[in-house]
């Protein structure tokens, strides 16, 4: 059964930091693209960013560039988001995202519909 597990979440103030994990289990991703999504309440999911299977390439929203930092780790099957500079408007269930194509990146990166696993959230509070 594949698995995708966020961790890391939690309340922070405006202008600190959080870095969250997503771990997989039960395949490898090595050779996909992963992403990071967030839902705010009464919002549609939106992007975050994305990796490549090798991190030769990411990509990041207009509203998180300069601030989110992903990266990832393939030995541990696990990918992260550095988040620095937290705003409100950054509060938001984080998921994370994977494919099961390998060694594409293309550009609809953005696209929830391209990504077949998903883990269940975790929550992000940026408080004023």
């Known amino acids: 059964q594949v698995q995708l597990v966020e961790s890391g979440g939690g309340s922070v103030q405006a202008g600190g930091s959080l870095r969250l994990s997503c771990a997989a289990s039960?395949?490898?991703?090595?050779?996909?693209?992963m992403a990071w999504f967030r839902q705010a309440p009464g919002k549609e999911r939106e992007f975050v960013g994305a990796?490549?299977?090798?991190?030769?390439?990411?990509n990041y929203a207009d509203s998180v560039k300069g601030r989110f930092t992903i990266s990832r780790d393939n030995a541990k099957n696990t990918m992260y988001v550095q988040m620095n500079s937290l705003k409100p408007e950054d509060t938001a269930v984080y998921y994370c995202?994977?494919?099961?194509?390998?060694?594409?990146?293309?550009?609809?990166?953005?696209?929830?519909?391209?990504?077949?696993?998903w883990g269940q959230g975790t929550q992000v509070t940026v408080s004023a």
């Open positions: 995202a994977a494919e099961s194509r390998l060694y594409y990146f293309g550009s609809d990166y953005n696209k929830a519909t391209r990504y077949d696993y």
């Open positions: 039960g395949r490898s991703f090595s050779k996909s693209t």
């Open positions: 990796i490549s299977w090798t991190s030769s390439y990411t």
